[in-house]
């Protein structure tokens, strides 16, 4: 039975779900040394932000499939790491959106109306309504800083508080933020303009200390600061130091560069300034979701089935994973085949889809291509998520052709590689979107499913050829299960594609090869 280590507090919803594949041990709170030790037992792993995932647990990790991060933010694990061992890295990329938006909006509005400290004061009995004149958000200018999942729930919920929205995103189209009811601006602008700023983006090198000293020199002397985003996209220094001065008028914070908060000149400030231990996605219904999702996730990839978010290969809705996945088979079937026709040493692969297919967004398939591709040579090692990685180790060079008016099927898929055994390709379609059938091989048209041991033969078609192979493999005890010519012409060159019963013992390839009219033969097993 599979084991699933959970190493951070998630919802029992996600732990049932677990339980019903695998083996489900919760332990908290482990140190870094404790967790390399024992992770060499473990298939799976369960986090949310506390855990970090680093370089040395995953070096340490040997039959760890997936690491699922019950939250959105991956960046306490290191992808590259695993996408390199071939662990599927997935998250929740939805399940706390409504949370993390609401508690930025809170917090905009907490600052506002300096609820934190006016409700400890009146808890230290007193009554001070003086000290406590708030600011109203309505006609104000909010800056959203990423119009992506939250950051747009963000600009909806503070439109309908009769906020002006600016936005800046540099991945977002005009439209989009029209759509939006917010004005696409540049950085430099919303910093100007905007009487709140909360930010919504990943921490990558680019948002690292976006909000610096000289940034924040550019603000109104009274603009208030959200990050319900990444700690470490504000310089902390330069945020304490520009409140204190009065050089903007406060900030909420909720994520830190450091967590837990460790010594800092936030904590002494006063009303100004608001600090949450990385609440965000901390309600009830965020937890329930994230845990359910990825929990699912990791039960999916425990059973060989594909992940529908996983950071580390193509991200794929799950109604068009569903309708993907007949194809993803027939990429990998006929990639497979293709690399042992082809030779162990592939150094060209073009891969050519075609019809219906040729509208699609191909990456999946050609992924799943190169995953048949090297299976021969990586076996289980080769996955989803290091197929590309390990194709361009290898120095195969990757064509993906399109040809939309190929309709001999409603879609099909080619493949040619070209490998140390020469130049070889397989072309394959699904028959009645599920049934796998291989259209033709090196070219000559043939209809046949492909099973687990066959094999090919290149050869002059002339009476007789066929009755010898049949004999030799009697001969040799094997049995023929359906066999099939492809040859474009009457008398000219011919393939034979024989499906066995059995592997081809040893030295029988050699003999069919001697047979008279036989250019060329290959096994193939599947
Ligand atoms: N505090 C919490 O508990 C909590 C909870 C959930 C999410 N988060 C964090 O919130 C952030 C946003 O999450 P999301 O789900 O909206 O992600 P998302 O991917 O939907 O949106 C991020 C947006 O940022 C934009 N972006 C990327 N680089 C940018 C840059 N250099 N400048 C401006 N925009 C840039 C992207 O185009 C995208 O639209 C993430 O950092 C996530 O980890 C925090
Ligand atoms: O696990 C948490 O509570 C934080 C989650 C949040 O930071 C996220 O990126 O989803």
């Known amino acids: 039975m599979s084991k699933v280590l959970v190493c951070d507090p998630v919802d029992q919803a996600g732990i049932e779900i677990l339980s019903q594949v ?168 919303l910093f100007r303009e905007a009487d709140y700023i909360t930010l919504h983006i990943p921490k990558t090198p680019e948002t690292a200390n976006l909000i610096n000293a000289e940034a924040l020199a550019k603000m109104k002397p009274t603009v208030r600061i959200v990050n319900c985003a990444r700690g470490g996209i504000i310089d902390e220094d330069a945020l304490a130091e520009a409140v204190k001065a009065g050089k903007i008028g406060g900030a909420a914070l909720d994520v830190f560069a450091k967590e837990p908060l460790g010594e800092s000149n936030l904590r002494a400030l006063g009303k100004e300034v608001i600090l949450t231990p990385h609440l965000g996605a901390s309600t009830a219904e965020a937890q329930v979701n994230v845990a359910i999702d990825v929990a699912e996730q990791i039960r999916d990839v425990l059973l060989g089935l594909p992940a529908r978010s996983a950071v580390n290969i193509p991200g794929l809705y799950p109604d068009a994973l569903e309708k993907l996945k007949p194809y993803l088979q027939l990429a990998e079937t006929i990639g497979n085949m293709v690399g042992q026709l082809a030779g162990g040493r592939i150094d060209y692969l073009n891969i050519r889809l075609q019809g219906d297919l040729a509208e699609i967004d191909g990456k999946p398939i050609l992924i799943a291509s190169l995953k048949g591709l090297l299976s021969q040579a990586l076996r289980e090692r080769v996955n989803y998520v290091n197929a590309s990685i390990e194709a361009k180790e290898r120095g195969i060079h990757v064509v993906e052709t399109r040809d939309a008016t190929m309709r001999d099927y409603s879609g099909s898929l080619h493949l040619l590689a070209k490998g140390s055994l020469g130049e070889h390709s397989v072309t394959g379609a699904l028959l009645g979107d599920q049934e796998i059938r291989i259209t033709s091989i090196d070219d000559f048209p043939v209809n046949v499913a492909p099973t687990q041991h066959m094999l090919f033969t290149l050869h002059r078609d002339m009476p007789g050829i066929i009755g010898k192979i049949g004999s030799l493999l009697g001969s040799f005890n094997v049995n023929i299960a359906s066999m099939q010519v492809g040859r474009k012409i009457v008398r000219g060159d011919a393939v034979m594609v024989i499906s066995l019963d059995d592997p081809l013992p040893e030295g029988i390839l050699n003999e069919i090869t001697k047979v008279p009219g036989i250019t060329n033969a290959y096994t193939v097993s599947l």
């Open 22 to 189: 695998a083996q489900v041990d919760v332990n908290t709170g482990l140190p870094p040394a404790e967790l390399i030790r024992i992770i060499p037992e473990y298939d799976a792993m369960m986090i949310r932000s506390e855990t970090r995932v680093t370089k040395e647990i995953i070096e340490a990790a040997t039959q760890l499939k997936i690491i699922g991060r019950a939250g959105v933010g991956v960046d306490n694990v290191d992808v590259p790491a695993a996408t390199r061992k071939g662990i599927v890295v997935v998250n929740s990329p939805e399940g706390n959106t409504i949370a993390a938006a609401e508690h930025a909006l809170a917090m905009m509005l907490s600052l506002s109306r300096y609820i934190p400290e006016a409700n400890q004061s009146v808890k230290n009995s007193q009554w001070n309504r003086k000290e406590y004149i708030g600011a109203e958000v309505y006609k104000k200018t909010l800056g959203v800083v990423g119009l992506g999942k939250i950051g747009s729930h963000v600009a909806t919920v503070a439109k309908a508080l009769g906020m002006k929205i600016l936005a800046y995103d540099p991945f977002i189209s005009a439209e989009r933020a029209e759509q939006l009811g917010c004005k696409l601006v540049d950085l430099d602008w």
